[in-house]
C-alpha cells in the first residue's frame, strides 16, 4: 500500500516524515508542527515510551522546551539541580570539585538546569505533538531516493512518499545507511549499567537535588533523582569484559554491579545495595560522521551523533537538533535541500565536538591511581566549572540557524 505523507510541494509546506519517536523524533515533530509545518512521525514501538532511566537537562534545551509551550508539564516531574557535576574520589567520597548552580546558572544562562526521567521528558514533549500526527508500530526497512524527495518502506508493506525524510532512528538507524556508509561503529571495551532506587530506600545524601559523579579506577558513577524526587537514577560504567550487548533491554543483577564497586566507599554501596533489576549496554564506539544528509533525507539525534553519555548532552543535542531543523525548514518551505544544507552547517560542527569530548572523558574519568590522576583531580577544582561550560549552557539552536540563513 502506498501512501503520501499529506500534501504536496505545490502548497507552502513539503510533506515531512519523520522515521522515529523517541526524544529527538518527537521533538522534531514538534518543532516542525509549531511552525506550521505538515509532518507526520513513524515509530516502530506499538507505544511511545522511552526505555531507560535519567538524563540531564542543561539550560541549552531548556530555553528550546520553555519556546515549545510545554515547560510546565516538564517541570511537574523534573528536578531542578542546585549542585551538578559534583566529582568525589571513588574510596572516600572527598569532594574533588562542584558546580554551584542555585541561583547561579539561570544567573548565567537564562534557565536553570534539571534532571529527569526519560520518559518523563517524552511525556513533555509529547504534549506538544497532536496525537493525530503519530503512525504507531511502523518499523523502517529502507528508503529509495528521488528527485522529488524519497519513498519510506515498512515492514507491514506500507510505503509513503516525502519531500522531506528525517532520520531520527537511534543508534541502529536504517535511515543512516542511505545517506553515508560510516565507519563500522568500535568495541569501547566499556559497559553501563541502570538502575533505579526508590526515595524512601536511598540515602540522604543520594536524594540531594545534586549530579554526583563518583569517579575511579576503570569505572565511574553517576547519581541523581528523577521524577520529582520519587527515584534516585543510577548509571554507572564499567569494563565491559567479553559483554557486547548493545541493547537498552538487556538486564543485570545488582550482585554482578556490586561486585564492580567492591571497596569503593561505603555509602555508595549502600545505595547500589537497594536499586531495582539494573540494566546493563555495552558502549560502542562511532566516529563522527561527515555527512548527515543526502538529497531531501537527513538525520537527527543518535542517529547522526551518537555519543557517550559522559558530557549528558546527547538528548539535549538531540532536541537543539529538532529546533535547528524547523528554523531551517520553516525558512526555505520551497527548497528543502537547502534548507538541509544550512540545518547540516549548522548543527554538525557542534554535535561532532560533543561527541569527540565526550569520548575522551572515556580516559580522563577511568585514571588509575597515581600521578596522573592527582593532576585530574587538580585540574577539576580550578577556576569556574560553571562558565566554563558557557559555550554549551549558552547557546541558542534557534538563533544559530536564524544566523545561518541570513548568510544564506
Not at 518499523?139 to 519531500?163: K, P, Q
Not at 561503529?185 to 540531594?208: H, I, N, Q, T
Not at 540545518?343 to 565536538?353: G, I, L
Request: with cysteine.
Amino acid at each position: 500500500m502506498t501512501s503520501s505523507a499529506s500534501a504536496g510541494t505545490s502548497g507552502t509546506s513539503p510533506r515531512i516524515v519523520v522515521v522515529g519517536g523517541g526524544i529527538g523524533g518527537l521533538a522534531a515533530a514538534a518543532f516542525l508542527h509549531k511552525a506550521g509545518m505538515n509532518v507526520r512521525v513513524y515509530e516502530q514501538a506499538p507505544q511511545l515510551g522511552e526505555v531507560g532511566a535519567g538524563l540531564v537537562i542543561s539550560p541549552n534545551a531548556v530555553r528550546l522546551l520553555r519556546r515549545l509551550g510545554h515547560l510546565d508539564r516538564f517541570l511537574e516531574s523534573a528536578v531542578e539541580l542546585e549542585v551538578g557535576w559534583e566529582f568525589r574520589r571513588w574510596e572516600n567520597g572527598v569532594v574533588l570539585s562542584a558546580e554551584q548552580m542555585a541561583g547561579r546558572c539561570e544567573d548565567l544562562y537564562g534557565e536553570s538546569s534539571y534532571v529527569s526521567h526519560r520518559a518523563d521528558l517524552l511525556e513533555a514533549i509529547r504534549a506538544a505533538v497532536p496525537p493525530k500526527l503519530v503512525e504507531l508500530g511502523k518499523r523502517c526497512t529502507g528508503i529509495d531516493h528521488h528527485d522529488g524527495g524519497a519513498r519510506v518502506h515498512f515492514d507491514d508493506g506500507t510505503v509513503v512518499d516525502a519531500d522531506v525524510v528525517v532520520g531520527a532512528d537511534g543508534v541502529h538507524s536504517v535511515i543512516r545507511g542511505a545517506i553515508t556508509t560510516p565507519s563500522p561503529a568500535e568495541y569501547s571495551g566499556m559497559c553501563a549499567f541502570r538502575a533505579l532506587v526508590p526515595a524512601e530506600k536511598a540515602p540522604d545524601f543520594a536524594r540531594r537535588p545534586v549530579q554526583t559523579l563518583w569517579i575511579g579506577p576503570d569505572h565511574h558513577l553517576v547519581h541523581y533523582p528523577v521524577s520529582a524526587g520519587r527515584k534516585i537514577n543510577i548509571v554507572a560504567f564499567a569494563p565491559a569484559g567479553d559483554f557486547t550487548d548493545e541493547s537498552w533491554s538487556s538486564r543485570s543483577t545488582v550482585a554482578e554491579l556490586l561486585a564492580e564497586f567492591d571497596g569503593w566507599d561505603p555509602r555508595l554501596i549502600e545505595l547500589i545495595e537497594r536499586a531495582g533489576t539494573p540494566g546493563r549496554w555495552a558502549l560502542l564506539d562511532r566516529a563522527p560522521l561527515s555527512q548527515w544528509s543526502k538529497g531531501r533525507v537527513t538525520l537527527l539525534g543518535d542517529a547522526a551523533h551518537a555519543m557517550f553519555p559522559f558530557f549528558a548532552q546527547g538528548a539535549v543535542q538531540a532536541i537543539e537538533d529538532a529546533a535547528a531543523l524547523a528554523q531551517c525548514l520553516a525558512a526555505q518551505p520551497g527548497d528543502p535541500e537547502s534548507a538541509l544544507a544550512v540545518y547540516e552547517q549548522v548543527r554538525r560542527p557542534r554535535a561532532c565536538r560533543l561527541q569527540e569530548l565526550s569520548r575522551d572523558r572515556k580516559h580522563i574519568n577511568h585514571l588509575p591511581d597515581g600521578p596522573e590522576q592527582q593532576q585530574r583531580d587538580t585540574a577539576l577544582g580550578d577556576g569556574d566549572a560553571l562558565t566554563r561550560s558557557g559555550w554549551i549552557y549558552g547557546y541558542d539552536a534557534e538563533a544559530a540557524a536564524q544566523e545561518a540563513l541570513t548568510r544564506c
